[in-house]
Each structure stands twice: as structure tokens, then as C-alpha cells.
């Protein structure tokens, strides 16, 4: 290298003989720093074997986890040499360097290993191929699993013991180069549960490792994505970890045949509900039923906000913190950090419900009942008298054939989110480049107008997700000849959160709150997640969400199976789509409308009707996906006028009174006329009567007159029943949905 640069200078400065000068310097100079003849790399010097802590607890893994190993085993590493060169070339000596070794993973059978990482770096895909050379042998941890056969011929047969009741594995010759020729610190993604288990599946095993009988189980237990219990650990701390997860309560129903402990799960789980008759029995001329509620902590005792550590599944379960605040600024905070991976909107609504629950404890209270409700124990809810909210017991003292029970509030459905003001946010994640196999799932859309600018075309929305958790992108073509050729639309990276709806949705009242009804959905995985949200970030358009052609709000999102949840709260016929209200069936699609997750096709305006047919490929080969659309252009179309009202006339006819609506604007913010998004406004007016049609008109105002003369003039006499449709109009897509009233007339 000197040889050529100073030549060059020299040739430069002082024409040929210096280029001859700086030539012999650069030689002499290339000599002095990268010698002659045989060259031999650099050898590693310390190659210490990744340390193994003596005494670490090796964690019980449950449902899917992120765990660091322990290294139990390796006979160092191994270093292997190379000649290269010779001839007119420099002769060279390489060294290369391996290393196999032993990582334990969980005191539990597992079912499988996903991916690895090395140093942070992906080592093996979710596909199972490694980056590096290497061998891997996988043990499950079964009480049968036999020795290594590696650790067989290094050790002997009696040194080697087979681990069993631990899963491990064993590497064999992993290559080190890229690792700093040292064994890279290893992390495994562990697939320990087929299906996610709940706190109560996850009771049941660590009280088998103890050997005591699993605890029998009521209410609901929302499944837990991963878990990880350390052996070192007592149950007592297992389980106050798993209490906040699934709003656990432990009852001691004492000994006997029906004894034992009993986990209940979820607040409205009412175990006993006292009638009001015995809140005022008399026994031996004393009123025992005599409640003494309301005592009251002061609110201070409350932290102002909780912040919730967790491994993130999404993030490739890295470290994640999410806050629940109930008041600004938080000067108080509580932190909890616990080896649970679960969703970023889980985390939060977990720090939600544990601030809920710390502003109802702050009531307790006191009962007396009679001796024939005994069999409330310490950790049920129960319902008192009239009060429709819960109470837990915490104490039970008995006097003299009387029941004292000491209770504490437990929150309401309506409080388990007091903050909500913002949707969880995970943050940006760099992860590694891994795409896993699964196919892609696309719905088109043809929606009503979203929130943002109106479009001037017909407007396509395409929703795309995998039945597998791992699904990240898919490309999206189309094609207007059937098939017979594509072209690119653009990439999807987002999935959807989208889904079907196990039930029939029931007809509802349009415009106004429905608590009465709630739907139930099943999301396409079980990664996905639905979470509740106040009622001012609904009507602001949190949780917009399709159902069959029907757009619907909901308030809260209850988990009750993984990937399940029951939907209440709802607003119906959302941005003019009230005329889908009663046209529902079992099994309509689920698709949650976020803007960012959604790709946008617009097609010229003279394609409506025209079919269009798109392609959704993945750039690991897996199956591709197909779905056709004829767009209707639903987000040009008028909305139903509002508000219509039909007033008889003296002379036997009526007249017609409505509200413009305008697709350009759902609020009605000023008291004011709604913008008028179409060109100009025309309506079309239909009159009815016994099932024909009797009269068309079209007109520029929101009133139209019928008057007696009209009525003679169609032939009509005698009490009449009407009915009036009226429909706005559009230059572009003709007329909208139409508003119907009816009148009797004499």
C-alpha cells in the first residue's frame, strides 16, 4: 500500500526519478509493517468458556418465553489450523476456532425452541436454519431423556449424566468467528405450552413441585402468554406474582373432604350474594346484619401512576415499560417488574386495573350474618343486600353462632381503566430480519369515509394479517384481467388486528350507547389483542371496528380465551353505515380500523364496477393469497339524511321535513348545517303507498310539500298510510341510503 502511494507522490513532485525514490521507500516501508515471506494471523489469546453461575436457578417455563441459559457443560474450545497460500503467493497459517457445549433452559418439559440469538443477533430462525455452522440436539426435559451422546465420548458413560427433568441442548462445533472466538452469551425463544395457560394451569404445576394437590379453581382466568417461575423462589412469592396477572384471590375452604385451597379468578366472579333480609336479622333480640361500610383511606395512599416491566413478544421479547397514570404530573409511581411476556396494551391495562384496584380498597367495611352463611370463606366476592358493586373478604371471625366478615372494595367493570388517555405504545423495535413461513389473510375494504381528507375516487382499504404470531409483511399486487397478469401495489408491514365474530351481532339502537348487547370475536391469532378505552376516546374514534359491512364502537374488550374477547359498549352504524345494522350472521368478518395499519388502493372513478382481483405474497415462499373486490365507491356515496319528520296538512296531505348529514363531517360542532361534501345538494324523494310507488320528486331543499290536490291527482281517498323515503344525491355515485318515516292520513 505505501509502495503505491508513495510512487504516486513521488512521480507527482519530481517527475520519473521521484516516483523510482518513492517507490524504493514505500517498499521498505510495506516491509517494516507486514514482513516477508510467510505471514501467520493473529492467534487469540484469552478464549475464556462463557461463565456459568454456580447455584443459579434454572427458571420453570410456561407458555412462551425469551430465557438466557445456563451453561452446565463444555470441554473449551477448539482451535483449528489452516494452510493457505504458497507458490508466487504468501504463504499463510489460519486459525479458526469452535466450541460445543451444554445450555440447561427450564426445569420443565417444553415442547419445541423457535428462534436464538447470539450476542442480540439471530442465530437460528423461526424456520430452524442456523446463520453459522453448528450442530444443535434438543432435549425436552422428560424424566427418560438419555445422555448426550457428545458428553458420552468426552466424559465416559458414568460422567455424564442425562439432565433429565431439564431441557437443554447441546451445540456441536459452533463456529465462533463471528462472536469474537468466544461462546456468544445465547438466548432462546422457548415454546413451553402448546396453548398459553393461565394463572390457574401455572398454580396447579408449581404446587405439584412442592407435592401438594393442585388447588381446586372458580371464575375466569385470562390466558398469560409466557411465565417464567425461579426454583429458588418460594410458592408463596409464585403466586403473588401470578395474584395481580389474574386478579387472583386464594381461599382456604379448611380441612375435610371438600377442604383445601381454592383459587378464585376475576372480580365478578360472586361467589355469595346476601339478601337484604338478612342485613337486618334479628338473632336473640340483636339486629347482626347491621353493615358498617365506608370506611375510607385517604386517596394519597394511592400512587399516582404504576409502570409495569415485562418482556415484550412483539419486540422480540425485549425489556418493555408501560404506565398507567392516574393523575398528572405523577410524583408517586409504583414500578413492577415481573418475568411475564404478554402485549404492550396488556402490560398497560394491567397497571389500569392495579390502580382501580388500589382506589377501591381504599373502602372496607364490616358485616354480621347469620351463622347459615358459613361458607363464605376469606377471598370471596361477594354482593351485599342491594349495593350492585363487590366486596372481597379478607377476614372472618366467628361470635357466638355470628358471622363477622371484614370486606374491601373491589373495583367496578366501569373502573378497571382509569386512565386510558392514550393507546399503548410498544415503541420502535430493531429487530432482527426473520420471516417466518404462514400465510397471509387480506380482506378489501369498500368503507365509508374514514377520518382525514375525503377521497375523489373510489377508495379500496386493504387489511392483511397471519394466523401466525410471527407474521410481519406481504407484498400486495393486483390485477384488473383475472389473474392473468399483475402489478405491484405496495408492501404491507402492519398487521391487522382482525378476526370473526363468533355470534350473530343482535339488532341495536343506532346513535346512542347499547350496554344491553356485547359480541364476541375470535382474532386470527392469539398474539393479537383488543383493549378497552374510556368512553370520551371513543367518541373521539378509538376502537372503530368492522363487523359484516356494519362500522361500530365498543368501550370495553373483555379477554376470555386467548385470542377471544367479548366486546360491550357499543355505538352502532358508525359513519353511515346504519342501513347494516340488521343484516348480520355468524361468522361476519372482524377488522379494526387504524389508518396506520391499512393500505389505501384508489381506483380511477370509471372502474366502479369493475372487478379487481389482489395478490398477497411473502418473501419466504409460503402460499400466496388471493381476494376479488368490485368497489361500489361506499366513501362516495351521501349519507342518509337525519331526522326526518312527516307533519299532516289540513287538506289531507303532509309535508316532509329532514337534516342534511354530510359524509365531509360527523359532528355536529357549532349548531350549524353540516358542510356540504357533494356538488350540489339534490335529494330524491319517494312516496309510497300500499307497497308501490306512487310519486318521485327530486329537490334542492330538506322539506317537500304533498298537498291534497297531488293526492287526488294519484287517485288516493279514504285514510291512507305513507311512506316517505328520502334519499341525498350525488353527481358522482348517484343517490345514498335512504331515510324512511311513514304517516296516517285521513
Not at 479458526?96 to 415442547?111: C, E, I, M, N, Q
Not at 416491566?309 to 418493555?320: C, H, I, K, T, V
Not at 319528520?645 to 289540513?650: D, E, I, Q, Y
Request: proline letters at 6%; a neutral charge.
Amino acid at each position: 500500500m505505501a509502495t503505491l502511494v508513495l510512487t504516486a507522490v513521488g512521480t507527482a513532485v519530481a517527475g520519473p526519478l521521484g516516483g523510482l525514490v518513492g517507490s524504493f521507500l514505500g517498499a521498505s516501508l510495506d516491509r517494516v509493517i507486514f514482513g516477508s515471506g510467510r505471514q501467520q494471523s493473529s492467534r487469540s489469546g484469552n478464549l475464556a468458556v462463557q461463565s456459568s453461575a454456580y447455584g443459579e436457578p434454572i427458571p420453570r417455563i410456561y407458555g412462551r418465553m425469551r430465557v438466557a441459559g445456563n451453561l452446565i457443560w463444555s470441554p473449551g474450545i477448539r482451535e483449528s489450523q489452516a494452510r493457505s497460500g504458497g507458490g508466487k503467493q504468501r504463504a499463510g497459517t489460519g486459525y479458526t476456532y469452535s466450541a460445543s457445549f451444554a445450555v440447561a433452559l427450564a426445569a420443565r418439559h417444553v415442547g419445541a425452541i423457535a428462534r436464538i440469538w447470539a450476542d442480540g443477533k439471530l442465530l437460528r430462525n423461526s424456520g430452524g436454519s442456523f446463520v453459522v455452522a453448528t450442530t444443535m440436539r434438543f432435549y425436552p426435559g422428560t424424566e427418560a431423556q438419555s445422555a448426550d451422546p457428545l458428553i458420552v465420548a468426552t466424559e465416559g458413560l458414568a460422567h455424564a449424566p442425562a439432565y433429565r427433568g431439564i431441557a437443554y441442548v447441546v451445540f456441536e462445533d459452533l463456529a465462533l468467528a463471528d462472536y469474537g472466538n468466544r461462546i456468544p452469551n445465547l438466548t432462546f425463544e422457548i415454546i413451553a405450552d402448546s396453548e398459553a395457560p393461565d394463572a390457574a394451569d401455572i398454580a396447579a404445576d408449581l404446587f405439584g413441585t412442592v407435592g401438594l394437590p393442585a388447588p381446586a379453581t372458580t371464575g375466569v382466568f385470562a390466558p398469560i402468554h409466557g411465565f417464567a417461575a425461579l426454583r429458588a423462589g418460594s410458592l408463596r412469592s409464585q403466586l403473588e406474582t401470578l395474584i395481580p396477572l389474574a386478579d387472583l384471590a386464594i381461599a382456604d375452604l379448611g380441612a375435610g373432604s371438600d377442604g383445601g385451597l381454592v383459587l378464585r379468578g376475576g372480580p365478578g366472579n360472586v361467589i355469595a350474594s346476601i339478601p337484604a333480609a338478612d342485613l337486618g336479622t334479628v338473632v336473640a333480640g340483636e339486629a347482626i346484619g347491621t353493615r358498617q361500610f365506608d370506611t375510607r383511606a385517604a386517596v394519597a395512599a394511592v400512587p399516582d401512576a404504576v409502570a409495569i416491566g415485562f418482556f415484550d413478544p412483539a419486540r422480540d421479547y425485549q425489556l418493555g415499560l408501560q404506565r398507567a397514570v392516574r393523575r398528572a404530573p405523577a410524583q408517586r409511581c409504583e414500578q413492577h417488574d415481573i418475568a411475564v411476556a404478554f402485549a404492550a396494551p396488556a402490560a398497560k391495562a394491567l397497571g389500569e386495573r392495579m390502580i382501580g384496584a388500589a382506589l377501591a380498597r381504599r373502602t372496607t367495611g364490616e358485616v354480621r350474618l347469620p351463622w347459615r352463611h358459613a361458607a363464605v370463606r376469606v377471598g370471596d366476592t361477594i354482593i351485599a343486600g342491594t349495593d350492585p358493586l363487590p366486596w372481597r373478604v379478607r377476614n372472618i371471625a366467628l361470635e357466638t353462632m355470628v358471622l363477622r366478615l371484614t370486606v374491601e372494595r373491589l373495583p367496578s367493570a366501569a373502573r378497571q381503566a382509569v386512565t386510558g388517555a392514550s393507546a399503548a405504545d410498544a415503541g420502535r423495535s430493531l429487530a432482527n430480519l426473520d420471516l417466518p413461513n404462514g400465510p397471509t389473510e387480506i380482506h378489501l375494504l369498500d368503507l365509508p369515509p374514514l377520518p382525514g381528507a375525503l377521497p375523489g375516487t373510489p377508495r379500496i382499504w386493504i387489511a392483511a394479517a397471519g394466523p401466525q404470531p410471527g407474521w410481519r409483511s406481504a407484498e400486495i399486487d393486483v390485477s384488473i384481467d383475472d389473474g392473468d397478469s399483475y402489478s405491484w401495489v405496495g408492501t404491507i408491514s402492519d398487521a391487522t388486528v382482525m378476526g370473526v365474530a363468533d355470534q350473530v351481532l343482535a339488532d341495536g339502537p343506532a346513535h346512542i350507547w347499547d350496554w344491553h348487547s356485547s359480541l364476541e370475536v375470535t382474532l386470527l391469532n392469539a398474539a393479537m389483542w383488543l383493549e378497552s378505552r374510556p368512553i370520551a376516546a371513543v367518541l373521539a374514534g378509538a376502537n372503530l371496528a368492522l363487523v359484516g359491512d356494519e362500522l361500530i364502537q365498543f368501550a370495553e374488550a373483555l379477554p376470555i380465551a386467548p385470542g377471544r374477547f367479548r366486546l360491550s359498549g357499543l355505538l352502532r352504524g358508525r359513519r353511515g353505515s346504519e342501513a347494516e345494522i340488521g343484516r348480520h350472521a355468524a361468522g361476519d368478518r372482524f377488522v379494526l380500523l387504524d389508518a396506520a395499519r391499512l393500505f389505501a388502493f384508489d381506483p380511477p372513478l370509471d372502474a366502479m364496477g369493475s372487478s379487481f382481483q389482489f395478490r398477497a405474497s411473502h418473501r419466504s415462499g409460503a402460499a400466496n393469497s388471493f381476494a376479488t373486490v368490485v368497489p361500489v365507491g361506499r366513501a362516495l356515496q351521501p349519507l342518509a339524511p337525519s331526522h326526518l319528520t312527516l307533519l299532516p296538512r289540513g287538506d289531507g296531505g303532509m309535508t316532509a321535513l329532514w337534516v342534511r348529514r354530510s359524509r365531509a363531517g360527523f359532528g355536529w360542532t357549532d349548531g350549524t348545517d353540516a358542510p356540504l361534501a357533494e356538488d350540489s345538494e339534490r335529494y330524491r324523494v319517494e312516496l309510497w303507498h300500499a307497497g308501490q310507488l306512487v310519486r318521485a320528486a327530486d329537490t334542492s331543499t330538506t322539506a317537500w310539500d304533498y298537498d291534497g290536490a297531488a293526492r287526488l291527482a294519484d287517485g288516493i281517498t279514504g285514510p291512507a298510510l305513507f311512506e316517505v323515503r328520502v334519499r341525498q344525491t350525488s353527481g358522482l355515485v348517484g343517490a345514498g341510503n335512504s331515510a324512511t318515516a311513514q304517516i296516517a292520513v285521513d
